[in-house]
T-cell receptor, first 111, second 114 residues
Framework: TQLLEQSPQFLSIQEGENLTVYCNSSSVFSSLQWYRQEPGEGPVLLVTVVTGGEVKKLKRLTFQFGDARKDSSLHITAAQPGDTGLYLCSRSGGSNYKLTFGKGTLLTVNP | ETGVTQSPTHLIKTRGQQVTLRCSSQSGHNTVSWYQQALGQGPQFIFQYYREEENGRGNFPPRFSGLQFPNYSSELNVNALELDDSALYLC?????????????FGSGTRLTVV
């Protein structure tokens, strides 16, 4: 059972468009990570958010952690074909050592 | 600084066979975790090794086993392979075993069971 719900599951857009993907849970996270995974590769860590309400920016990517620490969003401005990939959110809780992942959002940016 | 390396990159096995997958952790990392990623799914936690001992296990049967060596490299062994074991197997390393600040993943081993 996936404890993290990601939406949408699939997203296909044109280069230059903006998009937002979401990660939601019924329980509180102590921290949340966003990864991007390209075909044939392992996930690559993009950001970790820890504080409720936190906003982090990574070039054209903006990550937000909900005030109640149960949800997060990733917004991409002016998407480029290089942004294509599977975007995964994951959580770990307190002394919990394992990462629990959502199913991911598969993003395709068409030139 | 070297990243996480996994071998082999691809593998085809027959149902009932046994397989060993290998992982070298990133320099400075002492903890290795293994994940299984089926097609269209997020990675699922198999187990973690810290200081050469299993430090936690996900919902996988005992035919999934592992080892960690003094140099922090690790092996994942799967016995009596089943068709549903076909997946991408990912190794991730970290320092200290906490997941809070993310792990470094390898590129994975694509296992196909026929």
């Amino acid at each position: 059972t996936q404890l993290l719900e990601q939406s949408p599951q699939f997203l296909s857009i044109q280069e230059g468009e903006n998009l937002t993907v979401y990660c939601n849970s019924s329980s509180v996270f102590s921290s949340l990570q966003w990864y991007r995974q390209e075909p044939g590769e392992g996930p690559v860590l993009l950001v970790t958010v820890v504080t409720g309400g936190e906003v982090k920016k990574l070039k054209r990517l903006t990550f937000q952690f909900g005030d109640a620490r149960k949800d997060s969003s990733l917004h991409i401005t002016a998407a480029q074909p290089g942004d294509t990939g599977l975007y995964l959110c994951s959580r770990s809780g307190g002394s919990n050592y394992k990462l629990t992942f959502g199913k991911g959002t598969l993003l395709t940016v068409n030139p | 600084e070297t990243g996480v390396t996994q071998s082999p990159t691809h593998l085809i096995k027959t149902r009932g066979q046994q397989v060993t997958l290998r992982c070298s952790s990133q320099s400075g990392h002492n903890t290795v975790s293994w994940y299984q990623q089926a097609l269209g799914q997020g990675p699922q936690f198999i187990f973690q090794y810290y200081r050469e001992e299993e430090n936690g296990r996900g919902n996988f049967p005992p035919r999934f086993s592992g080892l960690q060596f003094p140099n922090y490299s690790s092996e994942l062994n799967v016995n009596a392979l089943e068709l549903d074991d076909s997946a991408l197997y990912l190794c991730a390393s970290s320092f200290g075993g906490r997941g809070d600040y993310g792990y470094t993943f390898g590129s994975g081993t694509r296992l196909t069971v026929v």
